[in-house]
């Protein structure tokens, strides 16, 4: 039983552990943003689908963790392959929590998380000598009445230099706001990555102050990944995958 990292979206992405053990499986539960290419990595294994998106669950964890003990307990080659890295906003803890408790041995396969690969495929790097020496990955979809795991906004806004918000844009307006009312500049730059690494991909930039407006002007829609910092202006130099560097406020 392996719980596997498929990357970001560029099936190329996937680690070589992951890929042999993905072609050896008999059973793989498999996440929606996972590409499809590599699910034919893995032609003659039961492909089971327990993919979520953000508002609507096809399966609940529960019946998640439940059928990855039941298939693992047959015997079976069970790889749980799940977008970007398990251990990061993918509840892949959770999965492993059940199999312990149910003690089966399972092993964890890292893999590029989207925090990280969005946006080195849209030219922006994390930390840069001079511009960030630090950075936090933090979630932008929570509930203001969930009082455990609250992203601490007020204190994130100057704690750490490149902030990258998954699952964000929702919540982008007051997220936005927040860090502004505590201490960050209004003209900070902000791109949003939509599909990073992917033939889809596409990028919005702007300021703390306009990127809401931004986003909703270009009609962006999950997935996206939101980078907070001076660090995103290197993109003028730094995007490679994009066909050309773009100016800001443009959408490729
Ligand atoms: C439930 S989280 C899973 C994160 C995943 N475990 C990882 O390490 O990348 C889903 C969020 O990841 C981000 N995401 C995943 N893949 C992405 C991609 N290719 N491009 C942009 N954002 C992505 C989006 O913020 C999306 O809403």
């Known amino acids: 039983m392996a719980l596997v990292g498929a990357g ?17 499986a008999d059973v793989v539960v498999y996440d929606r943003l996972v590409d499809r290419r590599l699910l034919a990595e893995a032609p003659r294994a039961r492909r089971i689908f327990a993919g979520k998106a953000s508002s609507a669950h096809a399966l609940p964890q529960e019946q998640i963790n439940a059928l990855l003990v039941r298939h693992a307990r047959r015997g ?18 959770e999965e492993a ?3 312990a408790r149910a003690r089966i041995p399972f092993e ?8 990280i690969a969005a946006p080195a495929y ?12 630090s950075f936090a ?13 609250r992203v601490d906004w007020a204190r994130l806004a100057t704690a750490v230099d490149t902030l990258v918000v998954l699952m964000g844009l ?3 307006p007051q997220i936005a706001r927040e860090l502004v009312a505590h201490g960050r500049a209004a003209a900070t ?13 596409e990028t919005v930039v702007g300021t703390l102050a306009d990127i809401a407006e931004r986003a909703r002007r270009a009609r962006l829609e999950p997935p996206v990944v939101t980078v907070i910092g001076d660090v995103v202006a290197l993109r003028e130099r730094l995007a490679w995958f994009d066909e050309q560097a773009l100016p800001i406020g443009a959408v490729r």
Not at 8 to 24: A, K, N, Q, Y
Not at 122 to 133: D, E, F, N, Q, Y
Not at 137 to 149: F, K, L, P, R, Y
């Open 97 to 99: 929590e059940a199999l």
């Open 189 to 201: 730059p902000v791109a949003l990555v939509r599909w990073g690494s992917t033939d889809w991909q």
């Open 170 to 172: 929702e919540r982008l």
């Open 122 to 133: 849209a030219g922006i790097p994390l930390t840069h000598r001079g511009v960030a020496s």
């Open 8 to 24: 970001p979206g560029d099936p190329g992405l996937i680690t070589v552990r992951g890929l042999e053990l993905l072609r050896r």
């Open 108 to 115: 964890v396969v890292p893999g590029v998380t989207s925090a």
């Open 137 to 149: 990955v933090v979630t932008g979809h929570e509930c203001a009445s969930e009082s455990q795991g």
């Open 76 to 93: 079976r080659r069970v790889v749980r392959l799940k977008g970007g890295d398990p251990f990061v906003f993918g509840r892949g803890g």
